[in-house]
């Protein structure tokens, strides 16, 4: 124990906060050592002063004055709005909004969820429409190609790619004006009647609503010599009430050598485009299931 | 005080009637001034209220209690810049429980005067602890916990702030 420390410990002495241990070695340091025992005796000195010093009594009036304040609280607690969770819940129950402007605010909550949704789901979806572009660009590119090959295979010498060029029609969404005129001059001069037959069949449903194919089948009429094709392109006119057909229908009745068949179709033709009343076919619409007819080809339909 | 805390606003009655002289003495002790430390007394009950939800029930009331004290006087203080530590002298005097002589009450009263100027002229923070240690009678642990430090640090600090009163003790003395 040396003096520094038993100087520091002095307050802890007076206020009695030592151990038994180290209030030993204090007492014992304190002994031998005068300076500490006078250190001792100046700082107990100042410590009884400090407990002699008195601490009044509050006025009287004191507790009076916290009564009043207590009292004033807890009016203004009464009264002050309480922020937590559980007191603004509370206040929301007690508003008692009415009802029709509670459902009016649900609603108006509703329709912007909705207006955010669209807006997301909108934001998103223009990446697809992106995509869908880039599809649709190819998918005109594809139809571009399919023209072109349709073009230089309606020229092959072979019948069966000629027929396989005129099937590609039906997956052209909009053929131009080359594809069409190659489709009528194939349907007049090819020299296979099953090519001519494909011909007609892709070319009707585009008859419905281009005028140059219709005013093609026209004129078509006076070129066919097959029966097969003439009897289709009778049935044609009648499926599509094409009046303009009647002269050249007659025309084809003063041919000589006329099959028999043929004739009485094209009458029944000329008779139902005159009345206007629409008659059913009675060819088979599927006209190249009649490849085994009987009527060769003739050669010299090809010069036309 | 948890009951307090719980709604029941009444229970500070009972915590009044336990503490405010304490409250008091220490506040006092402090500034000085018997008028304004009543009035201080009153803010910290006030802020008891109000805040008695900050208090959690881990500690102690009292540490809460002179935490809350502490920053009212702190406030106080900032406020009242110039306003510094007041010695009533004379009302010292009345307030002495009389010595065995006219002559020893009159030397008590000329040293207690003494003690009280060079008390006031310590630093607030050298004077905080011993009048928490003196005059409040806490325990280093408790002072800790009030000033949210710990035992160690409250053991240096009086022991400098008993240097330092006697320092200036002596100086006025003489």
Not at chain 2, 61 to 86: C, E, G, P, S
Not at chain 2, 127 to 149: G, H, N, P, W
Request: aromatic share 6%; glycine share 4%.
């Amino acid at each position: 124990m040396n003096c520094e420390r038993t100087q520091e410990q002095l307050v802890d002495y007076l206020s009695s906060q030592l151990t038994d241990t180290e209030q030993a070695a204090l007492t014992a340091h304190l002994a031998t050592c005068a300076e500490c025992r006078e250190e001792l005796q100046t700082t107990q000195r100042l410590w009884q002063i400090m407990g002699a010093v008195p601490t009044p009594e509050p006025s009287p009036s004191l507790r009076p004055e916290f009564y009043a304040m207590l009292a004033t609280f807890k009016k203004e607690v009464k009264n002050a709005p309480d922020y937590s969770l559980k007191g603004l819940w509370q206040r929301w129950l007690s508003l008692q909004i009415p009802l029709p402007v509670l459902r009016l605010a649900y609603s108006l909550c509703l329709i912007g969820v909705g207006l955010l949704g669209g807006y997301w789901l909108n934001n998103k979806g223009q990446e697809k429409a992106a995509d869908q572009q880039q599809i649709t660009a190819l998918a005109a590119e594809v139809g571009e190609m399919r023209q072109v090959l349709l073009l230089s295979l309606i020229d092959n010498p072979s019948a069966t790619e000629r027929l396989r060029a005129v099937s590609y029609t039906k997956e052209l969404d909009d053929p131009n004006s080359r594809v069409v005129n190659a489709l009528l001059s194939t349907l007049n001069n090819d020299s296979n009647v099953n090519v001519r037959l494909a011909t007609l069949e892709a070319l009707t449903p585009l008859a419905q609503d281009d005028a140059t194919v219709r005013l093609g089948l026209v004129h078509s009429l006076a070129k066919q010599r097959s029966p097969l094709v003439q009897s289709a392109l009778a049935d044609v006119m009648v499926q599509l009430q094409e009046h303009r057909s009647v002269q050249p229908l007659r025309r084809l009745l003063k041919q000589p050598n006329l099959d028999e068949s043929v004739k009485s179709k094209i009458q029944e033709s000329i008779q139902t485009l005159s009345t206007g009343r629409p008659a059913a076919p009675s060819t088979p619409s599927r006209h190249d299931q009649t490849i085994s007819s009987p009527q060769p080809v003739r050669p010299g339909t090809i010069a036309v | 005080m948890l009951r307090v805390k719980a709604g029941d606003v009444d229970r500070m009655g009972l915590l009044f009637e336990r503490y405010n002289r304490q409250l008091f003495g220490f506040l006092y002790h402090m500034l000085g001034r018997a008028d304004t430390s009543e009035d201080l007394v009153q803010n910290v009950f006030y802020r008891m209220l109000k805040y008695r939800h900050t208090f959690t029930g881990d500690g102690e009331f009292r540490a809460w209690m002179y935490h809350l004290a502490r920053n009212v006087l702190a406030d106080y203080i900032k406020k009242n810049r110039h306003a510094a530590h007041h010695t009533d002298v004379d009302n010292l005097a009345e307030h002495l429980s009389g010595g065995s002589s006219a002559d020893a009450a009159l030397e008590q009263a000329q040293e207690v005067a003494l003690l009280h100027q060079a008390l006031g002229r310590l630093s607030p923070e050298n004077r905080e602890v011993l009048v928490l240690s003196r005059f409040q009678e806490m325990k280093y642990a408790e002072i800790a916990r009030v000033l949210d430090t710990t035992e160690g640090a409250v053991k240096v600090r009086v022991h400098r702030a008993m240097n330092e009163l006697k320092a200036t003790y002596l100086r006025i003395e003489n």
